[in-house]
């Protein structure tokens, strides 16, 4: 309906609204339906005889030569029709009691009527209302002085005819003119109201066809309008791989309701490398840098110029290979498993004999922070003693624990590896658990990690995830765009759908708030 809009625009409203009125103010008298009108003009009025009180000589035609009465003679020609929109019936002429036989009566000033004749009516039954010689019922044409008075005379509607007027006398600058009284209409001289010509109506049609079409072909060449919410550009989102699915679907939601305008790249290397990344970006730029860093959790200097903005609350599990015979462990065992203090399942109730394997993530890695904080109590894991997570490096070492760069290669490496635990954003690990059955997820302190678990808060591993800007972004950036775009329907379905809860949902803003307290 872009066309549409463009006909709106107020310029153009403007230029048809002049040729709407041009129209009018031409067909007004003519068009409005509902109005009896009887209109007249002078077609011509000349002097045929010279007139003795006139300074101008004028040609004395041969007839008038032994006619002295007729010194100054002039003829008239008058037309009188029905150029209203509805029939004029003979009762429709108000008249008084005793002229009831009268409709009109045409006037000539400081003029006499000589003779009149009827010429060119419409239709030849108008002739039998207008006889030059009247009857007691039907008097006809009455000369008096200077004025003829007509009889009612029934009009169609376009009906006409036309009085060929004879007259002497000097007359007067006043114009000859009709008089008389018409029920719901008027009698009205149409010189100023004549008809466009067709060149004229030809042309405003054209202007009125212009103006319909021109929206029309703007529309064709030019392209669409963006959708609301939407901007042009490019973004590079990066940071959390916990949050990379999220961020995947965002993008190909946004684009896809912005048609192709935006074009948005997803480069997920860590929540810590992934605010480096803005920050040099930021510190490079120009103007402002169109980059969007998600981080799971505070970002970790605390830089000012880095704007975050709260999006919700992420889940996190913590998953064993499917051969550890154990689901749920207290965080007080688990600190003990990552402290080295427990090295064997067997160690504890009901598990298997094999070497406890920690699979972890690099100290770039938001997920790590979240795990040494909110599971560990605060303490940091133990340092890496394995490149292959399956046997250590040193032989005076009873940890045997490595370290990857994504939630994917975490997940993968603990499913592979006998005796293997990890941690994993919730909705990736529950995924694979559930589609490859070669890992399973633990409870914590016997509560289910899912998202209600977090919003009552019983279920301890979860971290707020924010979307770091380099300062306050352009309110028609992109950058600005897709943050209301992660705010809205679209991006708060995608946000649960991932096993995340959207802060920007009212049901989850409680939650959130406590998420921001110290």
Known sequence: MGWLTQLLAPENLLALLGVVVTVGGLSYERLIPGRKRVGYRVQMDTLIDDNPNDGHIH?????????????GASLVLLRIENDGFRSIDIDDYITAPSTEHRGLTAIFPNRTVMDVAVTEPSHPDLLRYLPQRGTETNPGL?????????????????????????????????????????????????????????????????????MLLQPIGFQLLEPDPLRQGCAEGTLTVVGSTAFE????????????????????????????????????AGEGAKGFPAYLSFSDGLEVTGDPKLKGHLTALSVYTVAVNKDVGISDLSLADVRKIYSGEITNWKQLPGGPDLPIRLVSRDGKSGTRGVFENRVLGGKTEPG??????????????????????????????????????????LKAAKDRAERQKDLHLLRLNGQQPSIATVRHETYPFWEPEYAYTYGTPPPNSLTSKFLDFLAGDTGRNLIEHHGHLPCSAPENQQACRRAQRP
């Open 384 to 425: 890496r003693t394995s490149d292959n997570c399956r046997t250590p490096k040193f032989d005076n070492t009873h940890i045997i624990r490595c370290e990857l760069d994504s939630t994917r290669e975490v997940l993968k490496t603990v499913a592979r590896t006998p005796g293997a635990i990890g941690y994993a954003e």
């Open 245 to 280: 699915p999220v961020m995947n679907d965002l993008d190909t939601a946004y684009e896809d309701d912005c048609e192709g305008a935006a074009h948005i790249t997803v480069n997920a290397q860590g929540s810590v490398r992934g605010t480096d990344t803005l920050r040099n």
């Open 59 to 71: 040609h004395r035609l041969r007839m008038l030569e032994n006619t002295p009465d007729l010194a």
């Open 142 to 210: 009455i000369c008096r002085d200077n004025e003829i008075s007509l009889p009612r005379v029934p009009l169609n509607k376009g009906d006409h005819f036309k009085l060929l007027v004879l007259l002497t006398g000097a007359g007067t600058d006043k114009e000859p003119h009709v008089v008389g009284r018409i029920r719901e209409g008027r009698v009205r001289n149409n010189e100023n109201f004549r008809r466009p010509s067709n060149r004229v109506l030809g042309l405003i049609g054209s202007l009125v066809v212009l």
